[in-house]
């Protein structure tokens, strides 16, 4: 009874500090999308999704998440598959060089892009010099633009998620497979893949999640032409002061993270 | 299949570059000796570095995300240490539902944070902007300090502070003089990952930034929608500079990769 007090002791002023300052405000911000002038509903989702830019909005959204997510998925495992045979020396300063973006301000690996994409880009007067194109295009504030900075932005944790996977994996069992005769081909999808499921899972919610909450990318290589929720919902309340319309975008934001969570670790099972 | 294919070795070099070239071409960008920003720049200098320097608006947001910075690393050590601890060495009903709480704030996206603390804080209650800022990345900090020092913890044997109390000493004395000496770079690398995450955080410090408050990620995306110089490439050449001192530093002496 005496530790209990203790331990309890010890975990109060955090919970109560989390309990105030973050999940009533949170909650109170979250009820608002709930009612409308008072009386409970969901009326506001109904008005919110009436807007085609409002849908819009959420599907390009969903439709970057799902495509950085596979793209991520598809360089990462053989990247990572290279990565952890790779011998020690060489490992340390590759693994360094995969988790270094991750302490890097998002921004500042952000800014790259318009310094490569922008009108006097290097892409653009290649292009120009090439003859490929008369005139510089338009490559900045594109989906195509957001979707690559999303990329290089979330592609690292992937990467250590299936490295740390595959880490997991002992070398004797491809040695098997290699050994009952299975091709590469085989020994990917009916050893490596199995076996390492749950990093993919991992890194596949922690890419999607990253994609659909992301803030920095949309409002630096998207800005107000292509717009994603975080964005969105930015200008619904420094633009348009529309308070109730930034609950309902936070409450879809948590919604979809939420619901892409649950559905990745059921398909685990 | 256990050799090096060739082709997976194409696709690790390929990503590695994808994930490294950017600082590559900030860093040159950074250092170009034009007016306006083009890419290669046609001559180098020191000049924007200097000037990023000397522009009262980047000093004043330093200051600030440094003051955020150590304050939330703090608060959020302060809180999550004894957090840790009490998971680890005594077994509380409803553990798994404490550590669910407090894990909360990495679940809701910072931009939401933001906007409630906004409403709630400083509309309704006239908190100072710069307290809700200190408050939004202290919760935003909390599940790291609580994961980084569990997982010290747990590699530290139960039985030594127990030790330390039967032969006397109280349960505060055991934690201060036998417990936290050995998780010092666990602690270390909390502080490290925590105040990291703080100074690059965006999406928190959004709403909570105002006329005269404002942190140095901020102020950089408020400068850019404006100017089309060199000036964000010079600050964010310093910043990756910083960045891979501070993380070179950190790995050599606590081996923060393991925590990551």
């Not at chain 1, 909450?213 to 292509?226: D, E, S």
């Not at chain 1, 420094?238 to 990745?264: E, H, K």
């Not at chain 2, 603390?117 to 509309?123: A, Q, Y």
């Not at chain 2, 809700?132 to 202290?138: D, F, I, K, R, Y």
């Amino acid at each position: 009874m005496h530790r209990n007090r203790i331990a309890w002791g010890l975990l109060a002023p955090a919970l109560a500090f989390v309990g105030v300052f973050f999940l009533l405000p949170v909650l109170a911000l979250l009820a608002g999308a709930f009612h409308v002038d008072g009386v409970p509903g969901i009326g506001r989702f109904v008005q919110f999704f009436a807007d085609p830019l409002h849908q819009q909005v959420y599907w390009r959204t969903l439709r970057l998440a799902g495509l950085a997510t596979l793209v991520s998925a598809l360089v990462c495992y053989p990247a990572a598959m290279a990565l952890v045979r790779v011998p020690p020396p060489w490992r340390g300063l590759l693994t360094g060089l995969v988790i270094l973006p991750l302490m890097v301000s998002p921004i500042a690996r952000t800014y790259s892009w318009i310094v490569l994409l922008g009108r006097n880009g290097v892409v653009n007067s290649t292009l120009v010099g090439a003859g490929v194109i008369e005139q510089p295009v338009q490559m900045l504030f594109t989906e195509a633009a957001v979707f690559v900075g999303l990329l290089q932005l979330m592609m690292p944790l992937m990467l250590v998620s299936l490295v740390s996977a595959l880490e997991n994996l002992p070398s004797d069992v491809l040695a098997a497979a290699h050994t009952l005769g299975a091709s590469r081909w085989q020994t990917f999808t009916r050893v490596v893949l199995p076996l390492t499921q749950e990093g993919l899972i991992i890194g596949g919610t922690l890419v999607f999640t990253g994609c659909v909450t992301a803030y920095i990318t949309p409002a630096m290589l998207g800005g107000p032409k292509v717009l994603m929720l975080e964005t969105l919902l930015y200008q619904k309340v420094n633009v348009a002061g529309d308070l109730p319309a930034a609950s309902v975008i936070a409450v879809l934001l948590l919604l979809t993270t939420i619901a892409v969570n649950q559905g990745l670790r059921r398909v685990a099972r | 299949m256990n050799r090096l294919s060739r082709g997976a070795l194409l696709m690790l070099v390929l990503a590695l570059a994808f994930l490294v070239g950017p600082f590559v071409v900030v860093f040159l960008a950074g250092f170009s000796g034009g007016e306006s920003l083009k890419f290669p720049p046609e001559t180098y200098s020191w000049r924007w570095v200097r000037h990023v320097l000397e522009v009262e608006a980047f000093q004043r947001s330093l200051v600030t995300s440094l003051w955020v910075g150590f304050g939330s690393t703090f608060s959020a050590l302060v809180l999550g240490v004894p957090v840790a601890y009490a998971l680890s060495r005594f077994q509380v009903p409803g553990r798994e539902w404490v550590r669910t709480a407090l894990t909360l704030p990495l679940v809701v996206p910072g931009i939401i944070v933001g906007l409630a603390l906004l409403n709630h804080m400083v509309l309704l209650y006239d908190l100072p902007v710069t307290a809700s800022l200190l408050v939004g990345h202290t919760a935003l900090l909390l599940p790291y300090t609580v994961r980084v020092v569990s997982s010290s913890l747990a590699n530290l044997r139960v039985d030594i502070d127990d030790a330390a109390v039967t032969l006397g000493a109280t349960r505060l004395q055991a934690f201060f003089k036998v417990v936290l000496p050995n998780i010092r770079a666990g602690v270390a690398a909390a502080f490290v990952l925590a105040f990291i995450t703080s100074f690059n955080q965006v999406p928190v410090s959004l709403f909570l930034t105002g006329p005269g408050v404002s942190t140095l990620p901020i102020e950089m995306m408020a400068y850019m929608e404006t100017s089309y110089d060199p000036s964000i490439a010079a600050l964010s050449t310093l910043l990756v500079a910083f960045t891979i001192v501070l993380v070179a530093v950190t790995e050599k002496v606590l081996g923060i990769s393991k925590y990551v």
